[in-house]
């Protein structure tokens, strides 16, 4: 065999055995390390806002970053006060009106039940009568198949759902342990955070200086554009269901299209996880109109969803639609709902790498090309 292509093949698997290895340590010190990083990360969304001070106010560095975490903190703190106040009021209105809906839901499922499944139970019950001794048999023990599998598929829900709160329980002080370690991280690293920049210059070559520095500031403005598109798609639907409920009259409209739009983060749900129920509910309660309207309204809600956020993603990232879509789509049949973000983050890092050389560099070291 030709030692050339020995060479390259000897090569390429030092590349592929170097960037698995590479994510395998970044994983495993990302599990050790991980209030770090989440300190770096809060750092470096707080740091132009520490320039600020420093360079306009002429604050000294230290000073800057302990009012620049207040203030972010006191935001933070507003926000989440002036949301849980507005939900506190519509769940003590919620509280008055539930139990009325309950009622009428219970009403309706008794009429329900006596009108439609008894006769039905009854016609039933005469056909088993008829059947032969074998039959009969046969569909009893089909019948309690199905029973014990319900009941041992309900009965480890159960267990699964009560499993979670002493882990709950547990997660509470270590998440607390993790915010301290990682507001402390956060203060000190921006404190230091040109020191460490220099240090970290230092150690690294020239040329991978330049090809880390393009890949950070790819990712960085990534990071904040796919923030900002996300923002941006949960006020639009929030503001959307706001419109459409006041349309609607519906009381407490504001918390309602709050909930709904914070719900919007969430897995495979969605604001189908309000909506669906709602409908049903009006839909059985006899409010037909109401139902109707809630209806179009999800409707509305899920094609501005599926129309604006490729282009919003594409928009505040610096992708290319068609591009963005296609790893939308794959990641999400790839990974589930988890690809919609992991599948542009891909891209994100994919381009970033290629307009930093990476794989041309790469690639010219399999060929044995100076690099």
């Known amino acids: 065999m ?182 402390l991280a956060t203060f000190f690293i921006s404190k230091d955070w040109y020191r460490l920049s220099v240090i970290g210059g230092k150690l690294v070559p020239e040329k991978a200086k330049r090809s880390g520095r393009t890949v950070f500031n790819d990712l960085k403005k990534a990071l904040f554009g796919f923030i900002k598109a996300q923002i941006t798609l949960i006020s639009i639907t929030t503001v959307i269901i706001l419109i459409g409920l006041l349309i609607l009259r519906v009381d407490y409209a504001i918390t309602i299209a709050l909930i709904t739009g914070l719900v919007e983060i969430l897995p495979y749900l969605g604001t189908g996880i309000v909506f669906v129920p709602w409908i049903i509910y009006t839909a059985i309660s006899g409010n037909t109109g109401l139902a109707i309207g809630l209806g179009v309204l999800y409707i509305i809600v899920l094609v501005q969803r599926q129309v604006t956020e490729p282009k919003i993603l594409s928009s505040s990232i610096g992708l290319d639609p068609l591009a963005t879509l296609i790893a939308l789509f794959v990641g999400f049949k790839t990974i589930g709902f988890l690809g919609l973000i992991v599948g542009p983050v891909m891209l994100v890092i994919i381009g970033t790498l290629h307009r930093a050389n990476v794989f041309h560099d790469a690639w010219a070291f399999i060929k044995g090309k100076e690099v």
């Open 2 to 183: 030709n030692p050339k292509y020995i060479y390259r093949t000897i090569r390429f698997l030092l590349v592929v055995g170097g960037v698995i290895l590479g994510l395998y340590a970044f994983y495993y010190l990302s599990t050790l390390t991980y209030p770090f990083l989440i300190g770096l990360i809060i750092a470096l969304f707080i740091n132009p806002l520490v320039n600020f001070f420093e360079k306009k106010w002429k604050m000294p560095r230290v000073l800057a970053v302990f009012v620049a975490l207040i203030i972010i903190f006191a935001v933070f703190a507003g926000l989440i006060t002036l949301l849980v106040a507005e939900i506190v009021t519509g769940a003590n209105y919620l509280a008055t009106v539930v139990p009325e809906h309950l009622d009428t839901l219970i009403n309706y499922i008794e009429d329900y039940f006596t009108g439609q499944i008894l006769p039905f139970y009854d016609h039933l019950t005469s056909l088993f009568n008829k059947l032969g001794a074998g039959q009969r048999e046969t569909i009893s023990n089909n019948i309690q198949n199905i029973g014990q599998k319900i009941g041992t598929t309900a009965g480890s829900f159960i267990k699964n759902l009560f499993g979670i709160i002493p882990n709950i329980l547990t997660w509470l002080p270590n998440a607390a342990t993790v915010l301290i370690f990682s507001l």
